[in-house]
């Protein structure tokens, strides 16, 4: 069928999107209820160069070969077929549309009512004959080559793994070793000032926030302010061409090969956040850039009576139909490639609950899983999920399948209340300080399937979470109304900046407490950007909107000995395999209490009886890790021993005497008070026997010499 354009060679449906040969570049386009397809090439502007019918159908997809076209060339969709919004058909020809498999993407959205399918002001039953090529961002055609020469990955294992969450911009745009014309961009995050920090900080796994193409919703536009975080996706192949200093026509994905090959080079891993859960086109009143247009019934989840409308429980408009097969495709396409191509070591998963709703309800065993599982590209990468979405049973900690890990929600919520002085008892600190096998253990799974955190890049920073009682978002534009209402008191003085002594100290040893509990948990523990130097936003908890100095790490107010404490802690954590297990605990594995993996004491030296635990005014606990029973192995098939550490959690507002375990060993070391941020590699040694000073509000770390 013709539109009267130049038809296409015929050219090949496999693989989708734009793949370069020598003698031009075949394009193919899933779009099961087009009625025409055009491809058109454009000029930077949005002026058309020329357009070319693809004639051929093959299994739904539309494809075709234009010769003498290379990379670097823009092109676009306008794929002809029904509108009637009622029954969720929403093809137009006057928007230009996005690949949905374009390697890399040109310019941002202009928004006007061009960008509508439907005229703006009407109803979205009607059809808009605007055209919105000029306002458009565009497809580019890229080489795929790279030189890999050389390139290791890591391979962390997973109980060896430290995840550092941060963001391309906000790490390197205030950095002062990091040149001018590279902030801000992968090359910035490359350079060997940022991975000086991440080395000698001794973390193993760079997080980074979104990085797949996104879009700057009108709304922030219209007000001044920008998609900071970047969950907004649109293109689920092509790396965000802000990020890149090279240019926006092909650079930005080698850039990015750059990027991870150089910090492979320093032995560190590059996690992906992914946001497979919802696109940047909303609901049915939001606009057409890609998947809407092409080919709106099988990419999203339309309500099932009426699919006028868009099933949303991600809270932003709309929600990927991971169980259609071209939507189920697209994403196991898109991961194979930033493995395959892009060399990436594992993704997590932005509200990954939503990808398991093949029937509307969250199901463990949809195809999403199975597809998952048995890909052999992605046998060997680490999976985590953000395990909730906001939909009626969305929050599932927990309950994900094997060789997933999960943000654990019950962790953070926990040790926050215990340090804050807000849980009753410590039987759930147990539990969670444990690696959570409440949550993990009955299905297989193990400790590490816990990423343990505090903080993450939507909420407070660490600095923030102790200073600040309430929240401060008043900068989004929203009359602070957005961002959680989840702090409470931490009983740290009057609420943020202070020059009262006793309260910057107190707030400091609570930052210590945090992250020394996070650090020293059996699980995968995960550090936010910043939280390591003192980073403050000021009270914003929300700051997904601020791409300016409330989100960027300020490195000329480094909090350096925060920064050599969580160093310090880093490099306990790498020496003790104690801190590392990769099963979780059984409490008595053999005859006679130094036989025992674990043991729990109170602050006389005794061990925790039933009435201990059930003891909901209790606000201290030691544990005791025995680095003589860690069932695991070497690859030699040796035993591992360590040393056996005890380690006292203390969150009441008093000093307390604690007297030590007896038949533990007569003499112990103390590594770590986290009422002094000086931690020395030459501890002091004290007697069983002796009675030791614990200060309100602090952790304590002993060795047994």
């Given amino acids: 069928m013709t539109v009267g354009n130049i038809p296409a060679w015929p050219g090949r449906p496999y693989p989708l999107g734009a793949t370069v040969h020598e003698d031009g570049t075949n394009f193919a386009l899933f779009a099961s209820e087009a009625d025409a397809v055009e491809l058109v090439l454009l000029d930077e502007s949005g002026g058309m160069l020329a357009a070319y019918d693809l004639l051929e159908q093959t299994d739904l997809v539309w494809h075709g070969f234009v010769p003498r076209v290379g990379a670097g060339a823009r092109y676009g969709y306008r794929v002809h077929g029904a509108y009637d919004a009622n029954l969720g058909l929403r093809h137009n020809p006057y928007k230009l549309l996005l690949d949905p498999y374009a390697r890399a993407i040109a310019g941002p959205v202009k928004w006007g009512p061009e960008v509508f399918g439907y005229p703006w002001g009407a109803s979205d039953d009607e059809v808009s004959d605007l055209d919105s090529a000029e306002q458009m961002p565009h497809s580019v055609v890229i080489d795929t080559s790279f030189d890999w020469s050389g390139e290791r990955r890591p391979d962390v294992a997973w109980s060896d793994t430290i995840i550092y969450e941060t963001h391309v911009r906000g790490f390197t745009m205030r950095h002062p070793g990091v040149p001018d014309n590279l902030r801000g961009t992968y090359a910035g995050l490359a350079h060997p000032a940022a991975i000086e920090h991440f080395t000698s900080l001794g973390i193993t796994s760079v997080e980074l926030m979104p990085v797949h193409h996104f879009v700057d919703p009108q709304h922030l536009v219209d007000q001044g302010l920008t998609n900071y975080w970047g969950y907004d996706s649109i293109g689920y192949f092509a790396p965000e061409r802000r990020y890149a200093s090279a240019g926006e026509n092909g650079e930005q994905v080698a850039e990015f090969q750059a990027m991870v090959k150089a910090l492979h080079a320093a032995g560190l891993e590059i996690i992906l956040d992914v946001v497979y859960n919802h696109t940047a086109e909303g609901n049915e009143l939001g606009p057409t850039l890609c998947f809407k247009g092409i080919d709106n019934r099988s990419y999203y989840r339309l309500v099932e009576d009426n699919p006028r409308f868009y099933y949303d429980v991600t809270g932003t408009g709309n929600s990927l139909n991971a169980g259609s097969p071209a939507t189920l495709q697209m994403i196991m396409d898109s991961l194979r490639y930033w493995v395959n191509e892009m060399h990436v070591d594992g993704f997590r998963f932005d509200l990954a609950s939503a ?214 802690l880093i490099a306990l954590r790498a020496e003790q395999p104690v801190l590392r297990r990769q099963r979780f605990f059984e409490g008595q594995v053999g005859r006679g209490q130094r036989r025992k993996d674990v043991a729990w004491f109170d602050d006389e030296g005794t061990e925790m009886t039933e009435a201990d635990w059930d003891d909901e005014s209790r606000r201290s606990l030691a544990m005791l890790l025995n680095g003589d029973e860690i069932p695991d192995h070497t690859e030699d098939g040796r035993h591992i021993r360590g040393d056996t550490l005890l380690i006292i959690f203390h969150s009441l507002h008093k000093d307390m005497s604690w007297n030590l375990p007896r038949g533990w060993g007569d003499h112990w070391e103390v590594l770590l008070d986290t009422t002094d941020d000086a931690v020395t590699d030459a501890p002091r040694t004290i007697e069983s026997s002796a009675t030791l000073h614990v200060t309100a509000r602090s952790l304590v770390v002993l060795r047994r010499v």
């Avoid at 046998?379 to 985590?384: D, P």
């Avoid at 929600?409 to 600190?429: F, H, I, M, S």
């Avoid at 409470?488 to 100290?505: I, K, M, P, Q, Y």
């Fill in 355 to 568: 990808l398991a709703r093949q029937f509307y309800d969250v199901d463990r065993l949809s195809a999403f899983f199975d597809i998952i599982h048995q890909d052999p590209t992605l046998a060997h990468v680490k999976l985590i999920a953000e395990p909730w979405d906001v939909g009626e049973g969305g929050y599932q900690v927990g309950n994900f399948p094997v060789r997933w890990a999960e943000w654990n929600g019950k962790y953070r919520d926990c040790v926050r209340d215990y340090w804050r002085g807000q849980v009753a008892g410590v039987g759930a600190l147990a539990n969670r300080l444990t690696g959570s096998s409440d949550l993990y253990q009955d299905d297989g799974r193990s400790p590490f399937s816990s990423i343990n955190f505090v903080t993450a890049h939507d909420g407070f920073t660490l600095r923030d979470l102790v200073s600040y009682n309430e929240k401060h978002n008043g900068a989004n534009g929203e009359d602070n109304r957005d961002g959680a209402d989840d702090n409470r008191s931490w009983n740290c003085g009057a609420e943020g900046e202070t020059d009262d002594a006793e309260v910057l100290a107190l707030r400091a040893r609570q930052q210590r407490n945090l992250i020394a509990t996070v650090l020293l948990s059996q699980g995968c523990p995960m550090l936010v950007a910043g939280d390591d130097i003192g980073r403050t936003q000021r009270g914003n908890n929300n700051a997904y909107c601020q791409a300016n100095e409330i989100s960027w790490l300020d490195w000329s107010k480094v909090d350096e000995p925060l920064f050599q404490f969580t160093r310090r």
